[in-house]
């Protein structure tokens, strides 16, 4: 991604932006192709993480079915 763009509007919405110009297929494909080694890799990430563990509940409890909750960096 162009450091300047990174610069000028912050890391979100670079990737917002870089997102939208890529075809949701493509994305899908790249998502799908590193899936499983993700999930081998963190599956037992919070196991050793009781605090981590407690504040996703309480997250998750004041969630409500509406919008999407996605991870991702400020």
């Known amino acids: 991604m162009c450091p300047v763009l ?4 912050g890391r979100r ?3 917002r932006l ?8 493509q ?5 799908d192709e ?3 080694e ?4 963190i599956s037992d990430e919070l196991a050793g993480k009781p605090l981590d563990r407690a504040l996703l509940d309480v997250f ?3 969630v409500d079915a509406g919008p999407r909750v996605c991870d991702g960096e400020t």
């Open 60 to 62: 998750a409890q004041h």
């Open 34 to 36: 590193v899936a499983s």
């Open 6 to 9: 990174v610069h000028r509007t």
């Open 27 to 31: 994305v899908r494909v790249a998502y």
């Open 13 to 15: 919405q670079a990737l």
């Open 38 to 41: 993700y999930a081998t890799r």
């Open 18 to 25: 870089y997102l939208l110009s890529q075809s949701l297929d």
